[in-house]
């Protein structure tokens, strides 16, 4: 069942609808699948494959470290009523590897910086503005659908850490909310010269590095449920909604993790394909978030690092997925808030983003 659910400054969108996709200062969520709804098995305890340097794309070695990015919304996952996941994930891919060099036909992300300011993060909408590689990224803890203790610390090693997660929520409904960055504007929130909004059918590239780690809680699903995500807003307004908390045109997400008792809105339609200069294999969910639609790519193997082009989703979801006969992107869009974050239902404590870079071209 798909509800909708607006969480202060930013709204899910590939949640359930009381899950967004993902969103910036509205609730955005994802929603978990309810008991023998459809919810995957538990992840299996597959091995990963090596243990690469900062920054590495598990799929293509690409070295480098990490920038940052921010806001106040994002996330869209829905509940599991929609059915059906077969199994669970497999093991976790590790973070890449040392060497340099790219596998034939995989695109590179950019480069992330190092973060220039440092700080802690203590309220429900406590949020900042951040600096790393000569990009502005907005950081936000988004706690927008409880208000138990969330505490995300930023700067040093680190983008920003969980430092304290004390909140939880059903995974048949939306998360605690989404600790996140993001580039563009929403919620009367924007970043400077992030080149957006930008129109779809003249993106040439999007680059994107995402440098994630567990720290241990993926080792235990019974006190931990979140996913690693992107979510990536579209308008039909050349403007875009800077005061909204939802897009107008429709939300895409990317997961690099899904947990076991938890999905995005709607239902698998395209299972285990893969995107042409992409590494991986990945589960496209459609469903509809409110009026719009919301696209999910969940990698069918974990994975704590991924560099690449995310124009290459973008341009799957124009030529390739459809709901119910309707496109789920146009190129006449808008393309206008890039997110990356964390969806949390329970536990989580010392989840951290490395490292992170986003770059419209």
């Not at 077969?86 to 590790?94: D, K, L, Q």
């Not at 400077?192 to 994630?212: F, H, R, Y």
């Not at 780690?213 to 996913?227: F, H, M, Q, R, V």
């Not at 639609?293 to 994975?303: I, N």
Request: with cysteine; charged share 10%; net charge negative.
């Amino acid at each position: 069942m798909l509800f909708t659910l607006l969480r202060g400054l930013g709204w899910g969108a590939c949640a359930l609808v009381l899950a967004a996709c993902s969103s910036s200062s509205s609730t955005d969520f994802s929603s978990g699948a309810s008991s023998g709804t459809g919810a995957g098995g538990a992840p299996s305890s597959a091995g990963g494959t090596g243990n690469a340097g900062l920054g590495g794309n598990p799929d293509n070695a690409a070295g480098g470290q990490g920038a940052s990015a921010g806001a106040l919304s994002g996330g869209t996952s829905s509940g599991g009523a929609d059915g059906a996941e077969p199994g669970g994930s497999g093991g976790m891919t590790a973070n890449g590897g040392s060497a340099g060099g790219s596998m034939v036909g995989l695109h590179n992300g950019c480069t992330p910086g190092t973060l220039s300011d440092s700080g802690v993060l203590k309220s429900r909408f406590d949020s900042a503005k951040v600096m790393a590689g000569g990009v502005e990224y907005f950081m936000q803890v988004n706690e927008w659908n409880t208000s138990a203790a969330q505490v995300m610390t930023y700067g040093g090693p680190f983008f920003f850490k969980m430092t304290t997660q004390e909140a939880s929520a059903m995974t048949n409904g939306g998360p605690t909310g989404f600790p996140s960055l993001f580039i563009g504007a929403n919620s009367r929130h924007s970043t400077a010269n992030s080149n957006l909004p930008k129109l779809v059918g003249s993106l040439t590239s999007v680059l994107t590095t995402w440098n994630w780690n567990d720290n241990g809680t993926l080792a235990d699903a019974t006190a931990n449920s979140y996913n690693a995500a992107y979510d990536v807003w579209f308008s039909t307004n050349p403007l875009g909604e800077p005061n909204a908390s939802g897009p107008s045109g429709g939300f895409l997400m990317v997961w690099l993790h899904k947990p076991a008792d938890a999905q995005p809105i709607g239902k698998i339609l395209y299972p285990a394909v893969t995107i042409p200069g992409v590494g991986g294999m990945w589960d496209v969910w459609i469903g509809m978030n409110g009026r719009v639609p919301c696209t999910s790519y969940v990698r069918t193997e974990d994975t704590l690092s991924l560099s690449y082009d995310l124009n290459d989703f973008i341009k799957d979801a124009i030529a390739n997925r459809t709901n119910n006969g309707t496109p789920v992107l146009q190129s006449s869009w808008y393309l206008t808030n890039i997110f990356s974050g964390f969806e949390i239902w329970r536990g989580g404590v010392n989840l951290e983003t490395t490292s992170f870079c986003a770059a419209v071209n």
